[in-house]
């Protein structure tokens, strides 16, 4: 499968944004999806996944109630809405999936495919 990441921009603290990743292929419904990101010099770290129907969401700690994470998968596209911004949310923020009937944990490595990355810049 192939992922495509949008929606990314710059936006002042207390804003929102809401990112999109759009998957190739007819098996959409089959994968796991998740979004992770990574700020200049820090290591890549998990924001939040979603089971293939919905069903399950997690998430980090630093993200539960302003981040949202959904999908929709008869337009094969997984969403972040991102809520009250902070400035520590830059960063770049890929998705990437996995066929799996459950929510992955937090690791990057248990995911399969990877998009390209959307830039998230929050200005104080």
């Known amino acids: 499968v192939q992922l495509q990441a949008s929606g990314g921009g710059s936006v002042q603290a207390g804003g929102s944004l809401r990112l999109s990743c759009s998957a190739s292929?007819?098996?959409?419904?089959?994968?796991?999806m998740g979004w992770f990101r990574q700020a200049p010099g820090k290591e890549r770290e998990f924001v939040a996944a979603?089971?293939?129907?919905?069903?399950?969401?997690d998430y980090v700690d630093s993200v539960k109630g302003r981040f949202t994470i959904s999908r929709d998968n008869a337009k094969n596209t997984v969403y972040l809405l991102m809520n009250s911004l902070k400035s520590e949310d830059t960063a770049v923020y890929y998705c990437?999936?996995?066929?799996?009937?459950?929510?992955?944990?937090?690791?990057?490595?248990?995911?399969?495919?990877w998009g390209q990355g959307t830039q998230v810049t929050v200005s104080s």
């Open positions: 990437a999936a996995v066929a799996t009937m459950i929510v992955p944990g937090p690791h990057d490595y248990e995911y399969d495919y």
């Open positions: 292929g007819r098996t959409f419904s089959s994968y796991a």
């Open positions: 979603i089971s293939w129907s919905g069903g399950r969401r």
